[in-house]
């Protein structure tokens, strides 16, 4: 079982920054791979960035590409998501998940645990 608290959401004015954490407790951290996803009212839930077990690999959405940046530290069994530029279309509920497969997916049904969510809001 592997529990996950996500922090760091809040309201941002449009190309404003915000970093969310998500913090991992339970099973070995190192042995999940790592998803963002995001869901705003009215829609399904998407896609956000993804980082391997070791952290060598990312993947990135087209929507966010070159603006977010997904890193983790495995020795704080935490996953970050450095969010730049951001935009009125991010606001959504940022969700982080842990899939223990050995390769990094944007599927959501591959992964194994959820977290509750952060609510983030960008301003126009």
């Known amino acids: 079982q592997v529990q996950l608290v996500e922090s760091g959401g809040g309201l941002v004015q449009t190309g404003g920054s915000l970093r969310l954490s998500c913090a991992a407790s339970?099973?070995?951290?190192?042995?999940?791979?790592m998803g963002w996803f995001r869901q705003a009212p009215g829609k399904d839930r998407e896609f956000v960035a993804a980082?391997?077990?070791?952290?060598?690999?990312?993947y990135y959405a087209d929507s966010v590409k070159g603006r977010f940046t997904v890193s983790r530290d495995n020795a704080k069994n935490t996953v970050y998501l450095q969010m730049n530029s951001l935009k009125p279309e991010d606001t959504a509920v940022y969700y982080c998940?842990?899939?223990?497969?050995?390769?990094?997916?944007?599927?959501?049904?591959?992964?194994?645990?959820r977290g509750q969510g952060t609510q983030v809001t960008v301003s126009s």
């Open positions: 998940a842990a899939d223990s497969s050995a390769a990094i997916t944007m599927n959501s049904g591959r992964y194994d645990y």
């Open positions: 339970g099973r070995a951290f190192s042995n999940y791979a």
């Open positions: 980082i391997s077990r070791s952290g060598s690999s990312t």
